[in-house]
């Protein structure tokens, strides 16, 4: 039983480069987030879902887009990529609104 | 935003002392819940309290939750090195909102 996987754990991008991190949960969780944590703060919601094929938007939306076309995938797209995005970001899912589980992190640097 | 945000930012206790931080929320909630955060590592689930609870306990763990106040505290009893971390509240809406973190030092 994995839990929550994040691919990649880390990654380094230039300006205005694109790419997709993965969350993959297989605990058949409905609810599924994004979050991105900066040095010294906490979690800010970027989109979350809360079943198949949904998605909104969470308090830092912008530059960011998700997919969840299937349940135990919820994808996070950057689609160019600037320096104010560098962040670890952390995806959860949970059942209902209750305990949530986390993965391990993606480090994104973009310079 | 129906954020949590937890009190103190930062707490420094000796081993064996007890560590108290707060949580203040806005908006009514079903349930609260508690997750610490070591060093760069995922949140991990501590406890959840329910709207229609005033306490909780698991093991060194102690919440309270005063919804005509909307706050929580958690009480971690008998701190040893290994709670050095950040602790977050986190309320449900629709999704969960994190506050913060307190960031939590136990000095051995």
Known sequence: NAGVTQTPK????????????????????????????????????IHYSVGEGTTAKGEVPDGYNVSRLKKQNFLLGLESAAPSQTSVYFCASSY??????????TRLTVV | SQQGEEDPQALS?????????????KTSIN?????????????????????????????????????SKKSSSLLITASRAADTASYFCATDDLNLFFGTGTRLTVIP
């Open chain 1, 96 to 105: 209902l609104r209750t305990e949530a589980f986390f993965g391990q992190g």
């Open chain 2, 13 to 25: 206790i000796q081993e064996g002392e007890n560590a108290t931080m707060n949580c203040s929320y």
């Open chain 2, 31 to 67: 349930n609260l819940q508690w997750y610490r955060q070591n060093s760069g590592r995922g949140l991990v689930h501590l406890i959840l309290i329910r709207s229609n609870e005033r306490e909780k306990h698991s093991g060194r763990l102690r919440v309270t939750l005063d919804t």
């Open chain 1, 10 to 45: 880390f990654r380094v991008l230039k300006t205005g480069q694109s790419m997709t991190l993965l969350c993959a949960q297989d605990m058949n969780h409905e609810y599924m987030y994004w979050y991105r944590q900066d040095p010294g703060m906490g979690l800010r919601l």
